[in-house]
């Protein structure tokens, strides 16, 4: 890093620098959205007429930064559940920060192709960000974690379009912003002056308005629509329990009687679904005869069904699989399940184990678990149940699986202990909000440890939580059913965004070819 910052003036460092803060306090825990908004015009400056090594060295420096004010909790997980040494924790963590870092630094490189002067680089910027940030979502199992979008949250009427564009489009429009801002007060373009660089800035005030209206108008229409379709009610316990004593055998009778009494104490308002975190029943359910019956017994007391996390295996042809499970058990007996499809790289599962053999997982569970075989929705008298687990709640293709199963509902079991009282939380908690926008559809969550809270159909957080408090969450919940277009047609922004690369790209060559000619 210090032969990084010696290749550049103090003035550039310190706007990189700026950009890097700007950034972190727009996410959560802090989420001053706001300053999104403005966040990337000092990287630009800094980026300015420089040649594109200098570029790319700015923005990898600028993700340095950025990656490590954001990412820090990892540190947390790793060494406070995980077990790994102080060395090692931070190792990991760097290693994380610089391959995330990079996408930063390919953006700058590119990024000075069309710096500021024309109107295709308002477009430009933004298409190239976008395109990074789907590949960042694919890449290497994927990692759509703090995407720019992400920083807005808490700003309903911009999240609205969402529906249409996913994340992306959002992320697309602070680009876009940020660009124009840049163009506008830093650009000297003597051939088109002021009034065309007016132009421009009107045409993406145009654009951020047609969102803000159609973000508004969103926010009074799915209003009504909740209220036009029948609710389920639901009951959503948070058991708080420690997460160095989960596991613990001699402690799982206390772990059910803490979410039985939870339940039970909700029974008197007739919850028609009972919702428990992440492997909440900490052992491997209908393998175990010890706490297994009381589980039917207390759906029988309900006569509601009960939705859970556990641990699960199944034998086949002399291999035994692990699954991370939710199970929904009916009053009736019924039994129905959906295993875990995208899992936790070196958490659930160790990647290249072949070649990697040294690398233990950082959970307390026995094997290496296995992925389940799609995305599908549990039945329910009501309607079909969308369940993610963990963070599948970031991969926005699975949430949108669901929606074409037909489920009305989507369900976050997770289990949050492993970060602590860091960031990691709020962030994690901030992303689920654009599933629910995305396929307008409400969102129950039950986390072992926070936050556990409900989710409408426009990305407000309803009820919540608080981090490592127990409690319980009785909700009504608008059975929502249609399509939107996001879910339908998914991540086309990759196209519009493509076109735009490459077009680009062959304006750069005809440009190349002709000063070669001169």
């Known amino acids: 890093m210090r032969k990084l910052i010696s290749n550049h003036s103090s003035r550039q460092f310190l706007l990189i620098l700026i950009s890097a803060v700007l950034l972190i306090f727009s996410f959560p825990r802090f989420s001053w959205s706001f300053l999104a908004w403005v966040a990337l015009v000092p990287l630009f400056k800094a980026l300015d007429e420089k040649p594109p090594g200098q570029r790319f060295r700015l923005g990898y420096l600028t993700g340095i930064l950025c990656s490590l004010g954001i990412f820090y909790w990892v540190t947390h997980s790793m060494r406070h559940y995980g077990g790994l040494n102080p060395i090692t924790s931070f190792s990991i963590l ?143 316990i948070q058991g708080n329990i420690d997460q160095s004593l989960k596991w613990d055998p001699a402690y799982q009778e206390e772990t059910i009687r803490i979410y039985r009494d939870l339940s039970l104490e909700m029974l008197p308002r007739n919850p028609e679904l009972v919702i428990w975190p992440e492997t909440a029943v900490p ?69 290249l184990k072949r070649f990697l053999p040294f690398v233990g997982k950082m959970v307390q569970a026995i094997g290496d678990f296995s992925p389940g075989k799609g995305s599908y929705g549990l039945p329910h008298p009501k309607g079909k149940i969308g369940v993610l687990i963990c963070f599948e709640t970031i991969f926005p293709e699975l949430s949108r699986a669901f929606n074409r199963e037909g489920c009305r509902i989507l369900v976050n079991m997770t289990n949050d202990a492993w970060f602590g009282k860091t960031s990691a939380p709020y962030q994690h908690l901030s992303m689920l909000v654009f599933r629910a926008v995305e396929n307008r559809v409400w969102v129950a969550r039950a986390a072992n440890t926070g936050f556990s809270a409900v989710i409408d159909s426009s990305g407000r957080i309803v009820q919540r939580i608080p981090l490592f408090q127990t409690g319980r969450i009785y909700a009504n919940i608008p059975l929502r059913g249609e399509k939107t277009f996001y879910a339908e047609h998914g991540d086309w922004m990759i196209i519009l965004c493509g076109i735009i690369f490459l077009a680009g790209i062959v304006m750069a060559g005809i440009k190349y070819q002709r000063r070669g000619k001169r």
């Open 94 to 236: 760097f290693l994380m920060v610089f391959y995330l870092a990079l996408y930063f630094g390919v953006f700058a490189w590119l990024w000075g192709f069309y710096p500021g002067k024309g109107f295709f680089s308002l477009f430009w910027a933004p298409s190239v960000w976008v395109g990074l940030e789907l590949i960042r979502a694919r890449l290497l199992s994927g990692f759509p974690w703090a995407l720019l979008g992400h920083s807005q949250s808490n700003y309903l009427p911009v999240i609205q379009i969402a529906e249409i564009s996913g994340v992306y489009g959002i992320s697309f429009l602070i680009v876009l912003v940020n660009q124009t801002l840049y163009r506008l007060f830093w650009v000297d373009d003597p051939f088109r002056g002021w009034s065309r660089k007016w132009k421009e800035a009107v045409f993406t005030l145009f654009l951020f308005a047609l969102t803000l209206g159609f973000g508004y108008y969103s926010l009074m229409s799915q209003a009504q629509k909740d209220q036009q379709v029948p609710a389920l009610r639901v009951a959503v």
């Open 283 to 351: 052992f491997y359910f209908l393998h175990e005869n010890r706490f297994t019956p009381g589980l039917f017994q207390l759906t029988r007391e309900g006569q509601a069904h009960l939705l859970f996390g556990s641990p699960a295996l199944s034998h086949w042809q002399r291999e035994t699989y692990y699954y991370n499970r939710a199970y929904l058990l009916s009053p009736e007996g019924r039994i129905h399940f959906y295993d875990k499809v995208h899992l936790v790289p070196f958490g659930e599962y160790i990647p």
